[in-house]
């Protein structure tokens, strides 16, 4: 009598294990963002809020809702918390790939956005910066999903160029009225990491009147920007990298003749007379 | 500003909230608030509050209003309103076709005259010699710069790969300037204010399309105007000087193709083609440009990643031959035409998980035509002796150069969650293309992130920079120390903490200071020379120490605050026993600057949708040779916010 009874005991087991092993070749089915709530209630209730879960009502390609970007869920779901249970990592988790894979993983939508034409050869992906890095889909802030706000995403890694926007002299950067996205394009450029192609026509956008081409030039000025400024801060004013004259000695050997005295303690920056300085409709010696 | 909140209200409320009442999983999320302001200063406002014209007074406000369903979403913000500084944004999705952004931003910037001065028998004593036209050294002079923005993409809803753009771009600047013009004697001039009143506008229009499953290419056609309506003021001490501004009108066309190209899994490929042409209006000069770029992303093996890049930049000055300034001067037939050529070689490599390798070479060649050198005309002697006859030396700009920069770099994720990069540069050029520029470069940097319990982070940072140039008889050369360390705590949802602090200096050395009885930092025949410290003409040295902190305490309270420091220093250092004193330093700085802000928040747990919140700030300036820069501003703010 004992031997039926262990192998009905013996059966009923393997019963239980085939039952709860995914069958061969079975895939996973969309159960729908209300049941992936039951577990993951917080990320649920935070995405909501965000700018994909707010796009998730109206946009084609998230209108499944979590499982538009994570996959079909049932067997995760069926899983229900078990590690060990191969359905339970079948769900599409970005934090568990590599560096390329988890772009790709948001490239599946966004490669066609206009602003990611150069992402495959930018500086980031080259430098293994994900998009998570820097964006956050289930508790990003604003519409571009961000990890913390526009300039503190980039300045939590960039930290020279945040102490430098404390020095005196700065755009205004930390005081909101700029972004690092206003010169730079993270994903990558024409001319490096910068918006524009190529950097005196990135400050010409608002810096125009320093551009020309005047009637009578300033070498430096037409080749960089950069040759006098230091443009994430300085401790002089009007960003420049050095005080006058020693700047403008850098270049020019020496200061030109003076006899009086007065003028010589009087006068210390070269910009007093030499006041156009970024070139001149008027004057060769940009002095009007 | 006007114009802007109504027609965000209109569309907001209208269309999109309509629909949104329609669908079952539509949400809205708006919010008002209101806060009292008040804002006391002492001294100059011009540094202290440099960027921030704010008018505090009264009452400021904020609206938003934000909500999405089936049709799409809708956002509208308007903050500062009442303040002089209102910034709006918008943005609107209809489905997948249409993009609507608009953004207006107003900033004052203060632009106080730089003065400055010079240490002269142990005292500092400030710049002397202007004359002044109706201002004084209290005078502000503040620029009203309001910034508006509306792009427009248009999407194939069948392809979100074809779209349509466009974009309007403008910034309206309207105040005062300090200005210059020259006096009626020579090596005299004279200080006044001007008006500023000019306009930028950008106009873009976009397409773009894939060209094949794993390609698109966009265009984008741009033209630009600038434009100066201010009025001059003349100066009454100068024939034919007028003061600034007068900034000759300006246009730009251009043309930009993109595109990129994925071959197949392991290749893509990017690149761009740029023509432009800038014209100054008021000389008829033009600048007409081009630019290239070409690049190539390949993952050569799993660890192993190779990229090159192609980058050719090319401008050519039109000069107009015909051209008189109003003064009388004939302009320059020849201004630089310039072709600079980059390539960008970059792989890297994981020989394991926890290490990353990266090795870079790039070359950069310079060529500049048809432009004239600087002629020094006067006599001088170098800090040895070494005399020089007028006309003996040139400011040469470099007709060519040649630039090799290679770069290493490592990092590394070490044991207990350490993580360690380090990177070293060198710069190796056949001569620099300017006197201040270096043509041999070396850079080392190493940053560690060290996760310390409770969720904290420390970052420790070090660079290191040293650099000469030798294009002419001086030498030129800097270094730079740069030290920084940051802590960011997250404990628990009830504290979170950070801190930031960072040290630098930066020295530059030339020896090519110099000075003889007939140049300009000796007056008479008795001092002939005037050498500095160790051949060193500028030290700086910044100190940055900040922190943050936000703290939730029971009952709905939480407390906000941050505060900073920063001390810049200056100095070009020498000893010059001059005619009329011991000159100590040519153009010191020493800047102080404290930051801080407190703000308490408080929601009833009851009512989560009310919030009130009570905020002071604090920013205290202070330049410790001239005290007509210094200021303090203090803002207290208190208000609610109702959320509907």
């Not at chain 2, 309206?172 to 009626?184: D, H, I, L």
């Not at chain 2, 982070?457 to 120390?481: C, F, I, K």
């Not at chain 2, 020295?507 to 050498?531: E, M």
């Not at chain 2, 900073?564 to 026993?577: G, I, L, R, V």
Request: aromatic share 8%; glycine share 8%.
């Amino acid at each position: 009598m004992r031997t039926p009874t262990i192998s009905f005991i013996l059966a009923a087991a393997c019963a239980l294990l085939i039952a709860r092993q995914p069958r061969a070749a079975e895939t996973a089915a969309k159960v729908g963002a209300e049941v992936c709530a039951n577990c993951h209630s917080e990320v649920a209730e935070n995405f909501a809020k965000t700018f994909h879960g707010r796009k998730s009502l109206s946009a084609k390609k998230l209108k499944d809702g979590c499982e538009s970007c994570h996959g079909a869920g049932s067997l995760h779901a069926a899983a229900a918390g078990d590690k060990d249970n191969p359905g339970y990592a079948t769900i599409r988790n970005p934090n568990k790939l590599t560096t390329s894979e988890g772009a790709e993983f948001c490239l599946d939508c966004h490669k066609e956005t206009k602003a990611l034409m150069m992402w495959k050869t930018g500086a980031h992906n080259q430098n293994g910066v994900n998009c998570l890095k820097c964006h956050s889909v289930h508790n990003g802030e604003g519409r571009y999903s961000l990890v913390k706000g526009e300039t503190e995403t980039c300045l939590k890694c960039h930290t020279r160029q945040k102490t430098d926007m404390n020095l005196p002299s700065h755009h205004p950067v930390l005081e909101g009225k700029m972004t690092c996205t206003s010169c730079h394009n993270p994903h990558g450029g024409v001319e490096g990491n910068l918006k524009a192609d190529s950097l005196i026509e990135l400050c010409a956008k608002c810096h125009s009147e320093k551009v020309g081409p005047f009637a009578f030039e300033h070498a430096p000025v037409s080749d960089s920007c950069t040759n006098c400024h230091a443009v994430h801060g300085s401790v002089n004013d009007r960003l420049l990298k050095q005080a006058m004259p020693a700047l403008c000695l850098g270049c020019h050997l020496k200061e030109h003749s003076q006899t009086s005295m007065a003028r010589v303690t009087g006068k210390v920056r070269c910009t007093d007379c030499h006041f156009e300085i970024h070139g001149s409709d008027r004057s060769s010696t940009f002095k009007n | 500003m006007t114009r802007f909140l109504l027609i965000g209200l209109l569309m907001g409320a209208g269309a999109w909230s309509a629909r949104a009442e329609e669908d079952a999983a539509a949400a809205t999320d708006n919010a008002v608030a209101m806060r009292f302001v008040h804002l006391d200063f002492e001294q100059s406002r011009g540094r202290v509050q440099e960027y921030d014209g704010k008018l505090y007074r009264d009452m400021h406000g904020d609206v938003k209003l934000a909500n999405q369903g089936k049709q799409g979403l809708f956002d509208f913000s308007l903050k500062d309103i009442g303040s002089t500084e209102e910034n709006g944004v918008l943005n609107a999705d209809y489905q997948d076709n249409l993009r609507i952004s608009a953004k207006v931003d107003t900033m004052h910037h203060r632009q106080d005259y730089a003065r400055t001065g010079i240490i002269l028998k142990g005292a500092w004593q400030p710049t002397t010699h202007f004359t002044t036209v109706d201002i004084a050294t209290t005078t502000e002079f503040v620029v009203r710069r309001t910034e508006s923005d509306i792009d427009l993409i248009l999407l194939n809803p069948e392809n979100a790969a074809q779209w349509l753009s466009a974009e309007f771009w403008t910034v309206e600047k309207f105040g005062s300037m300090a200005a210059r013009a020259p006096g009626t004697a020579s090596g005299t001039a004279t200080l006044g204010s001007a008006n500023v009143n000019n306009t930028k506008r950008d106009v873009i229009i976009g397409l773009g399309t894939n060209i094949n499953e794993y390609g698109a290419v966009s265009l984008d056609i741009v033209h630009s105007e600038f434009k100066d309506d201010s009025n001059t003021s003349k100066d009454t001490h100068a024939i034919n000087s007028t003061l600034k501004p007068i900034f000759g009108a300006q246009q730009m066309t251009g043309a930009e193709l993109k595109f990129r190209q994925d071959m197949g899994k392991d290749l893509g490929l990017t690149g761009a083609l740029t023509g432009r042409q800038r014209e100054n209006l008021s000389n008829g000069y033009k600048r007409n440009t081009i630019v290239g770029a070409l690049n190539a992303a390949y993952k050569a093996r799993q660890n192993l990643s190779l990229s090159g890049k192609l980058y050719l930049n090319a401008y050519q000055v039109e000069e107009n031959s015909g051209y008189v300034s109003p003064i009388g001067n004939k302009g320059n037939g020849s201004q630089m035409d310039k072709t600079n050529l980059k390539g960008d070689f970059n792989a890297n490599y994981r020989p394991v998980e926890a290490v990353r390798l990266t090795a870079a070479y790039k070359i950069e060649i310079d060529n500049r035509r048809d432009h004239g050198d600087y002629n020094e005309g006067t006599v001088g002697y170098y800090s040895d002796g070494t005399l020089v006859l007028p006309n003996g030396q040139n400011t040469q700009t470099a007709h060519s150069d040649v630039r090799h920069n290679f770069r290493v770099g490592a990092k590394a994720e070490l044991p207990f969650g350490i993580e360690a990069d380090a990177d070293y540069k060198r710069l190796q050029a056949n001569h620099s293309s300017f006197g201040n520029q270096n043509n041999r470069q070396n850079d080392a940097s190493l940053t560690i992130t060290v996760p310390l319990p409770q969720r904290v982070d420390m970052v420790l940072a070090t660079e290191y920079m040293d650099g000469t140039g030798s294009q002419m008889p001086w030498n030129h050369a800097e270094s730079r120390n740069d030290y920084r360390a940051s802590l960011n705590w997250a404990a628990t949802n009830k504290v979170c903490v950070g801190a930031d602090t960072s040290y630098e200096t930066i020295r530059y050395f030339t020896n090519g200071f110099i000075g003889n009885a007939a140049a300009t930092l000796v007056a008479a025949q008795t001092s002939p020379i005037a050498w500095h410290e160790g051949g060193m003409s500028n030290r700086q040295k910044n100190t940055v120490v900040g922190g943050h902190g936000r703290i939730n305490l029971p009952m709905g309270f939480v407390v906000l605050g941050n505060g900073s420091y920063t001390w810049s220093k200056e100095e070009t250092p020498m000893h010059w026993a001059s005619t009329v004193g011991a000159v100590g330093d040519y153009t010191p700085r020493d800047i102080r600057i404290a930051r801080g802000s407190v703000t308490v928040e408080y929601t009833p747990p009851k009512y989560k949708h009310l919030s009130a919140r009570a905020g002071y700030r604090i920013d205290n300036w202070v330049d410790k040779f001239d005290s007509s820069n210094s200021g303090r501003a203090s803002v207290v703010n208190a208000g609610v916010n109702v959320k509907f």
